[in-house]
C-alpha cells in the first residue's frame, strides 16, 4: 500500500476527526454555558430598579444594571427607543441609553418688580437665576401685565374708595436651563452584569428612567473583535501536511503543539 494511505495514517486521521468533533463538542458546551450566564444576567437586570449612590462631592450619583440582548430579542418599546437615533438600516447601536430627568424646586423666593404706566396698565416682573456647580446653568424669567382701575363707591352716605387689578394679556415667561450630565458604563468584575451610572451637580433632579441595552450581535464589534486577535499564537494543532524524520519526509494527518501563524482575513 502507497505510503500516504497505511495504516498509521488512516489511524491518525481517524483520531484527528475524533479529537476535532470533541473539541467543536466543548467549544459548543462552553457557548451554552456563556449564554446561559447571559440570561441569568439579563434577568437580574430586568429587576433592578435605580440606585441613588451618595457622592463626597455632593453631586446626585444614580445607577442600574442594563441588559446584554441580541437585536432578535428586543421588545417593540426597545426597538421604538433604538429608531429614535435614525441610523441607517445596516448600522446597529452597540449600546443604548435612554433616561427620563425630573427636575424639581421648591420654596423658591424671588423679587418682583412692578411697573406702572400713565394709562392704568403695567406689568410685574421677576426673574430666578441660581448659581450651580460646573456647566449647568437655570434661568426662568417672565412678565404679567395688568390693568388698575380706581373708583368710588357710596357706602351708607360715605365714599369709599377702591382699587382693583385685573390681567391684561397674556404672561410671557422664558426658561433657559443647562444641565451637566456625565454617563458612563461598566461590567461589574464578579458578576459581569453591565451597569450605566449617571452623574450630575444640578441640584433638585431625579432620573426617572435609566435604561441600557448593550446589543451582543453587533456587526461592528464583531469587526472591532476580530482587528484585536492576534496573528501568532500557541495551541494545539491538528491536520494534514508534510514532517520531518531521520529517513526524509513523510506526508500525512498530524496532531501536535506548537506555534502557529494565521492571518487576519483567515480567522472566523
Given at each position: 500500500m502507497n505510503k500516504?494511505?497505511?495504516?498509521?495514517?488512516?489511524?491518525?486521521?481517524?483520531?484527528?476527526?475524533?479529537?476535532?468533533?470533541?473539541?467543536?463538542?466543548c467549544q459548543?458546551?462552553?457557548?451554552?454555558?456563556?449564554?446561559?450566564?447571559?440570561m441569568q444576567r439579563n434577568l437580574i437586570a430586568a429587576n433592578d430598579s435605580i440606585r441613588y449612590i451618595k457622592s463626597e462631592e455632593g453631586r446626585i450619583i444614580a445607577e442600574k444594571s442594563g441588559l446584554?440582548?441580541?437585536?432578535?430579542?428586543?421588545?417593540?418599546?426597545?426597538?421604538?427607543i433604538m429608531s429614535r437615533l435614525e441610523l441607517e438600516k445596516k448600522k446597529t447601536p452597540g449600546v443604548i441609553i435612554r433616561t427620563i430627568i425630573e427636575y424639581r424646586d421648591t420654596g423658591i423666593s424671588v423679587e418682583t418688580h412692578a411697573k406702572a404706566n400713565s394709562d392704568s396698565t403695567g406689568e410685574l416682573s421677576f426673574?430666578?437665576?441660581?448659581?450651580?456647580?460646573?456647566?449647568?446653568?437655570?434661568?426662568?424669567?417672565?412678565k404679567v401685565p395688568y390693568l388698575s382701575k380706581i373708583g368710588s363707591k357710596n357706602i351708607s352716605g360715605e365714599d369709599v374708595f377702591y382699587s382693583t387689578v385685573t390681567?391684561?394679556?397674556?404672561?410671557t415667561l422664558e426658561i433657559q436651563q443647562t444641565?451637566?450630565?456625565?454617563?458612563?458604563?461598566?461590567?461589574?468584575?464578579?458578576?459581569?452584569i453591565l451597569q450605566v451610572r449617571l452623574s450630575t451637580d444640578f441640584p433638585g433632579i431625579t432620573?426617572?428612567?435609566?435604561?441600557a441595552i448593550e446589543i451582543q450581535d453587533n456587526a461592528e464589534t464583531k469587526r472591532a473583535l476580530k482587528s484585536a486577535r492576534k496573528n501568532f499564537g500557541i495551541g494545539f494543532q491538528l491536520g494534514y501536511?508534510?514532517?520531518?524524520?531521520?529517513?526524509?519526509?513523510?506526508?500525512?494527518?498530524?496532531?501536535?503543539?506548537?506555534l502557529h501563524y494565521s492571518p487576519k482575513f483567515l480567522q472566523f
Open positions: 500516504i494511505f497505511s495504516l498509521n495514517s488512516i489511524l491518525m486521521l481517524a483520531l484527528a476527526i475524533v479529537l476535532f468533533m470533541f473539541l467543536k463538542q459548543g458546551g462552553s457557548e451554552a454555558e456563556q449564554e446561559l450566564a447571559r446584554q440582548l441580541k437585536v432578535s430579542e428586543l421588545n417593540s418599546e426597545q426597538k421604538e426673574a430666578y437665576s441660581p448659581k450651580l456647580k460646573g456647566k449647568n446653568s437655570l434661568k426662568v424669567s417672565g390681567g391684561n394679556g397674556n404672561t444641565l451637566d450630565v456625565v454617563a458612563g458604563l461598566y461590567k461589574d468584575p464578579k458578576t459581569e432620573f426617572g428612567a435609566l435604561d501536511g508534510m514532517g520531518l524524520n531521520k529517513t526524509g519526509y513523510t506526508v500525512g494527518p498530524y496532531i501536535g503543539l506548537g
